[in-house]
């Protein structure tokens, strides 16, 4: 089966443009995430949805970050307009939601931004 | 709030040395427990997890024990490869399907 597919792998960007990250979760999940990592902060949750519903938005940085999800099989995480210290490795991760075992959350490869 | 500490690293190790890499939580409530491993250039993938106070995950020769008296969880591996360098990621949940929380990752470089 595969596994969570996220798109681009690699984005290089100028400041002020816009970017797009895509993410195909795993067929069935429930529960989708996306998720920032940096050298400075580690890994944070930006936000995440369930049954297509975004449920906390709380890690969302600020109004340049927008997420959706259209429908239960894709994702977007866009940032307008981006700025240097957006450069982070985003991961989009999904479950199938609910109690143990559902839980378990499963990582795609993550995009590499780097914004000049 | 909830949070998860781990070890700083990078720990180095010889091949088939003993590993422990310590974990310890802050939670409000009942929370899963997870190890992820990140290797160079991938994803998290999980390694291992723990639902309730006293269970013992464990996967590849790697085990954790959900201590709830010392809020811990530490991950151990008898003898450690070349192939077991990577990043590892203690983290917790405490809403079920919820997000995760994460310690800062601990680096493991083994050396042969």
């Known amino acids: 089966d595969a596994g969570v597919i996220q798109s681009p792998r690699h984005e290089v960007t100028e400041m002020g443009q816009e970017v797009t990250l895509r993410c195909k979760p795993i067929?069935?999940?429930?529960?989708l995430f996306w998720y920032r990592q940096t050298m400075m902060r580690g890994l944070e949750l930006l936000i995440y949805?369930?049954?297509?519903?975004?449920?906390?938005d709380s890690g969302m940085p600020e109004d340049r970050f927008s997420a959706k999800m259209p429908n239960a099989s894709f994702s977007t995480l866009k940032i307008q307009p981006s700025e240097p210290r957006d450069s982070a490795v985003y991961f989009c991760?999904?479950?199938?939601?609910?109690?143990?075992?559902?839980?378990?959350?499963?990582f795609g490869p993550g995009t590499r931004l780097l914004v000049l | 709030g909830d949070s998860v500490t781990q070890m700083e690293g990078p720990v180095t190790l010889s091949e088939e040395a003993f590993l422990t890499i310590n974990c310890t939580y802050t939670?409000?409530?009942?929370?899963?427990l997870f190890w992820y491993v990140q290797y160079p250039g991938e994803g998290l993938q999980l390694l291992l997890k723990?639902?309730?106070?006293?269970d013992k995950g464990s996967n590849k020769g790697f085990e954790a024990t959900y201590r709830k008296e010392t809020t811990s969880f530490h991950l151990e591996k008898g003898s450690v490869q070349v192939s077991d360098s990577a990043v590892y990621f203690c983290?917790?949940?405490?809403?079920?399907?919820?997000?995760?929380?994460f310690g800062q990752g601990t680096e493991l470089s083994v050396k042969p």
């Open positions: 983290a917790l949940t405490l809403n079920q399907g919820g997000k995760l929380i």
């Open positions: 949805f369930n049954n297509n519903v975004p449920i906390d």
């Open positions: 991760a999904s479950s199938l939601g609910g109690r143990a075992p559902r839980e378990t959350q499963y």
């Open positions: 067929s069935g999940h429930n529960s």
């Open positions: 939670a409000t409530g009942y929370p899963s």
């Open positions: 723990a639902t309730k106070a006293d």
